[in-house]
């Protein structure tokens, strides 16, 4: 009997000489006091003191959670286990598909990660009736009971048409088979509607996500209109239009720069009677793009890789997590397994205007990385088993207790730092600094 090598431990917390303890692989999350501790470290180290029996029904539930093995054979195969039904067993979750309306965009954000493939590029409805036999030939394949379509771009309302005739078709699809199926739209907000929301209910419009990137001032110096004038007032206006008739989520970027901005967004958004009513309210660091289309590996990392360096944007994560929680509104801590849909055999998929299929929405624009298309050979099957082939948490330390949470690290980071998608994009200084803060927050989420 021994203690997993994937729990984190952190120390003298809720109170001082308690532990919580969180298994990366299972994600439990216990608390254990200072006796039970004693007792099990003990009994691991092969100490007989009489205790067994006395812990018996403790040790039963952490073997269940994964916290205590048999040995590095058992761990070893649970991990194996594991990891095959991540690959291969999705099925159960709902399929979701990306549906990029067009490339073009009326925003001139000052980071945008689709900079090199901006264009203007619209889905037309011969490719919008391919979508739809696309997607029915999947679902009824792999016999799918939910589907999920995500509309996104550029801008996707610059193109309103193929969301609503491709939702129609497949929601009277759907009907028909018994098959769940509902949509949402990732917009800048600027031209959404009441009336357009009314018209996207009637065929299975279930959220909308508007980015949002700090108070009035941060957001409209990174996300003004492609002519320079401001948006964060129309957006807001926008929100207060639609916020009682569908599920409206707020997420933004940050940097060092606007990361101040937050919680003045934070309180404006609850003196306008907002706050509160969002499904979801999310921040995250900047994340990185690809180069040029003729030259994808030239991106530059720098600040957009920094928050996962040693002296990242660590702090800053957590104190925006913090303060979130402190509003007693939903957090994500960000320590759920983060499955890779490159290396998952069933995982969605994203389509772009042209009917171009990607296993990833950070390499649309990039035909070279993509898996075919609807209108001809659907998916690649030699590019798929290459993605499905990798397994880059083999070349892991062994003693490393994060594998199960990042399997060897985020496929697009291994190709932006080693033009290789197998590569082992390591982030364990990252992890040593934030998980810890992590654990507490999931700990006083649960809580409160």
């Known amino acids: ?85 991540l690959k291969f067993n999705s099925s159960s979750l709902p399929f979701e598909a990306t549906i990029l309306t067009t490339y073009a965009c009326n925003f001139r954000c000052i980071y945008c990660f689709e900079e090199s493939v901006k ?92 980015t949002i990137d700090g108070d009035r001032q941060a957001h409209n110096r990174k996300r003004p209109f492609a002519d320079g004038r401001p948006t964060f007032d129309l957006i807001i206006s926008n929100i207060k239009s639609i916020i009682d008739k569908v599920s409206v989520g707020v997420v933004g970027n940050f940097d060092r720069e606007n990361f101040a901005s937050i919680p003045k967004l934070l309180d404006y958004l609850e003196q306008e009677g907002i706050l509160y009513k969002l499904s979801k309210i999310d921040f995250s660091p900047l994340s990185p793009r690809l180069g040029p289309r003729d030259n994808p590996g030239a991106m530059e990392l720098g600040e957009c890789l920094s928050f996962v360096a040693k002296d990242g944007l660590f702090k800053e994560v957590i104190a925006v997590k913090k303060e979130l929680l402190r509003r007693r509104l939903k957090v994500s801590t960000g320590l759920a397994i983060n499955a890779c849909s490159l290396i998952m055999q069933d995982a969605g998929i994203t389509i772009d205007p042209q009917g171009v299929i990607y296993k990833c929405n950070a ?60 590569a082992l994009s390591c982030k364990r200084e990252y992890f040593d600094q934030i998980i810890p803060d992590l654990i507490k927050l999931e700990y006083e989420k649960i809580k409160s």
């Open 119 to 210: 264009d203007d590029i619209y889905l037309d409805q011969n490719t919008s009736n391919a979508i739809v036999q696309w997607l029915i030939q999947k679902a009824e394949e792999k016999k799918f009971a939910r589907i999920f379509l995500v509309y996104y771009g550029g801008e996707p309302l610059l193109n309103i048409k193929p969301i609503y005739d491709i939702s129609w078709y497949l929601q009277e699809w759907a009907l028909r088979k018994g098959v769940d199926f509902s949509f949402g739209i990732i917009t800048n907000g600027s031209l959404i509607s009441a009336g357009l929301v009314d018209k996207f209910l009637t065929v299975g419009l279930k959220e909308i996500r508007i």
């Open 1 to 85: 009997m021994q203690w997993s090598k994937f729990n984190l431990w952190v120390k003298d917390y809720p109170q001082q000489g308690e532990y919580l303890l969180f298994n990366t692989r299972t994600q439990a999350l216990i608390k254990i006091n200072p006796q039970l501790k004693q007792g099990l470290d003990t009994l691991i180290c092969g100490q007989r003191s009489g205790e067994e029996e006395k812990l018996k029904a403790e040790i039963e539930a952490l073997r269940k959670n994964g916290v205590i093995v048999e040995d590095d054979k058992e761990e070893e195969a649970k991990l194996k286990d594991f990891f095959h039904q």
């Open 363 to 422: 390499l649309v624009g990039y035909p070279e990385f993509s898996l075919g298309n609807v209108k001809d050979s659907g998916l690649l099957a030699e590019r798929c088993q290459d993605f499905l082939n990798i397994e880059a948490w083999n070349k892991c330390p062994l003693d490393c207790p994060y594998i199960p949470m990042c399997q060897g690290g985020c496929r697009f980071y291994a190709y932006l730092e080693h033009q290789n998608f197998s």
